[in-house]
């Protein structure tokens, strides 16, 4: 084999994608053909701007979900002889089966960019939309009151947001994943008191709605404070009752005598020394880490909810305070509906406009600050994919060698450029509607 030219490597790339491209047809053409029926979704449709920074983001996102898919090698492994290589490079010493070429080139460690950068849209995906819905959630959860009662409430949460907000954003996301501030249990603290408001929204969201309704109000709540609590307990504290419960019964059933306390992670070490030389145990995997993250990642995302929740506050607070003087709200006040109603189920839905755009924006904003704590190493593994930790390895080699840093930077700037376009979209519609 000979090393691949410029149009063969852009030939293998786009082969690689194929499940994507297939994605994106499909998602396009449901999309289009169902316009009418999707409500602001369906309307971006009708903005040329709106849909191709939805066709961006969507190529990342599907990129994401096929990863494993696409890629060409282990993003992790090392390859002897493929150390700083340039771009379509035969792998030197290829087994039978295994892919030929390094599309875009090799880094400093001899592994592969392309595979590299395709597994970073994994990571940062996995992050940023959930963190960035979870800082909405709370900024909701007090931004509504705050903007509907005002007084005192409105007073100090105002103060307490303005804290936060008059420390520079990089600089504070710098120090809360610092490994100083990781032992201080802090991160811990913060997820304890953030993962929270979610459950609690939810259940004032439902209650306030079904309240003349008991069983059903019984229902909902109930399914959100047996989920909920079920899932806090796993994030915040990576205690997942079920798993402890499921150990209990499988080790007992395995005949020993012990119970055992901690998860699936202490049956294994517990099964691992006392049975595996009489008995074969198995368990679910249904009920294996339903619920948890590393303690890296854990600080990162409640580093991005600390610091994006009080500037969603502010915005749902103004907003809030805008909308409240409306006729509606003073119809429904009129007809005696609780304020709690009128926030969420009156005031709420009609700021729904303002809210998906800044989400948007938001998550680009999230992916951003994630690429600059992987490009100062903080926050994930030494050796994530992730883009900015890419970007950080092949600045070492940019004057000889720039394609190691220049894969993920497009990547990154990439889908920051789709979900800005998303977003001016996005307000063309929601201003019409």
Known sequence: MENLGYAA?????????????????????????????????????????????????????????????????????????MKNKPLG?????????????????????????FSRMVMGAREVLKIAPAATLFAFMVGITIGVPAGYFGGWL??????????????????????????????????VVLAALLFLFPIVFLCVLFNARFFTDPPKRNLYVGIVLVIGLWAYSGLAFNMDPLNDVVSWVWFSVAGQDTVVSGGVAALDAAVGAE????????????????????????????????????????IVRGIVMDLKARDYVAAGQTRGEGPWYIMLWEILPNARGPLIVDFCLRIGYTTILLGTLGFFGLGVAPDSPD???????????????????????LALMSLVLGLNLLADGLREESLRD
């Open 154 to 187: 409105d007073t100090v949460l105002s103060f307490l947001a303005n804290l936060v907000l008059a420390f520079p954003v990089i600089l504070l996301f710098y120090l809360l994943v610092t490994p100083e501030i990781r032992e201080t249990g802090i991160p």
């Open 275 to 314: 049975i595996d030389s009489t008995k074969q145990v198995t368990r679910p995997l249904l009920f294996d880490d339903v619920w948890s993250m590393s303690p890296n990642m854990l600080n990162v995302f409640v580093s991005v909810v600390f610091v994006n929740a009080p500037t969603v506050f502010r």
């Open 387 to 409: 883009w900015g930790s890419t970007i950080d390895d092949g600045r070492k080699t940019l004057t000889l060698f720039p394609h190691a840093a220049l894969a993920p930077a």
């Open 89 to 113: 490079t035969v792998l030197a010493n290829a087994e039978d089966g295994q892919f030929g070429w390094f599309l875009l080139g090799g880094d400093h460690l001899a592994r592969d960019v």
């Open 9 to 81: 490597i852009l030939g293998q790339v786009v082969q690689q994608f194929v499940p994507v491209w297939i994605a994106l047809v499909v998602t396009f053409l449901v999309s289009i053909s169902f316009k009418r029926k999707l409500g602001l979704y369906g309307k971006l449709f009708d903005s040329p701007v709106g849909m191709i920074g939805f066709g961006i983001v969507m190529f990342w996102v599907f990129t994401a979900i096929f990863a494993n898919q696409i890629i060409t090698f282990d993003p992790l492994a090392q390859f002897s002889g």
